[in-house]
Every structure is written in C-alpha cells, then in structure tokens.
C-alpha cells in the first residue's frame, strides 16, 4: 500500500513563490505516474502537472505553464511542484497522486486511474 504526504503549503502574496512536497512510502515512484491535482472552493478538481517515474517526461497545465516546474528526487522518493509568480487563482488544495504504469501524456483533470491519493496541502494566494 503506497502512502503520500503532502507538504509546503501556507499563505503567500501574488507573485510569491512555493515549493510542494509529495514523499511516497510503501513503494518506489519508479513506475508510477505522479500528478499534482488542486480544489479550490465551489470549484471542480483541476489537473495541475504530472510526472512520468519511468522516463521523466512531464506536462502542465495551460494555466499554470511557464510558472510552476514538477521534478522528482529519487532518493528521496518525492516529487515536488515549485511554483513561482503564483495568483489568487491558484488558491486551493493541492493533492498528489499516483498511476501505477500510467503515462503522463497529457494533464488528468479528472484523475481516472490516479489509484493512491494524499492528504492535501493548502495553498491560499492573497494580499
């Protein structure tokens, strides 16, 4: 059984910066998609970025292309979303979680096939 955790949320202002944290344990990310997913309030889940365990390849989405970066540690068995010039539009929870021999082709909002979630981790942009 594979766990997540999820880390590094808090309150920031526009054009401030965060870096997430999604530790695995139980089982290695190595064949594992993992993908960054966020719920703001009243809203739908929204796909946020993916990364392939496999071969590394990543994708976004549009509305945070060009700010935030995914990039995994395998030592550590974490993956982590930096975001950068964040906006009040990304407020929300952000939740990580995994696709056993899933491609990451393209950004989930929907989360088919994501088999193990986190907690999630609060990212609230404000002035």
């Known amino acids: 059984q594979q766990q997540l955790l999820e880390s590094g949320g808090g309150l920031v202002q526009p054009g401030g910066s965060l870096r997430l944290s999604c530790k695995a344990s139980?089982?290695?990310?190595?064949?594992?998609?993992i993908g960054w997913f966020r719920q703001a309030p009243g809203k739908e889940r929204e796909g946020v970025s993916c990364i392939s365990g496999v071969d590394g390849s990543t994708n976004y989405g549009d509305s945070v292309k060009g700010r935030f970066t995914i990039s995994r540690d395998k030592s550590e068995n974490t993956v982590y979303l930096q975001m950068n010039n964040l906006k009040p539009e990304d407020t929300g929870v952000y939740y990580c979680a995994t696709d056993l021999f899933g491609a990451c082709t393209a950004v989930s909002d929907s989360g088919h096939g994501y088999d193990f979630w986190g907690q999630g981790t609060q990212v609230t942009v404000s002035s």
């Open positions: 139980g089982s290695s990310l190595d064949y594992y998609v």
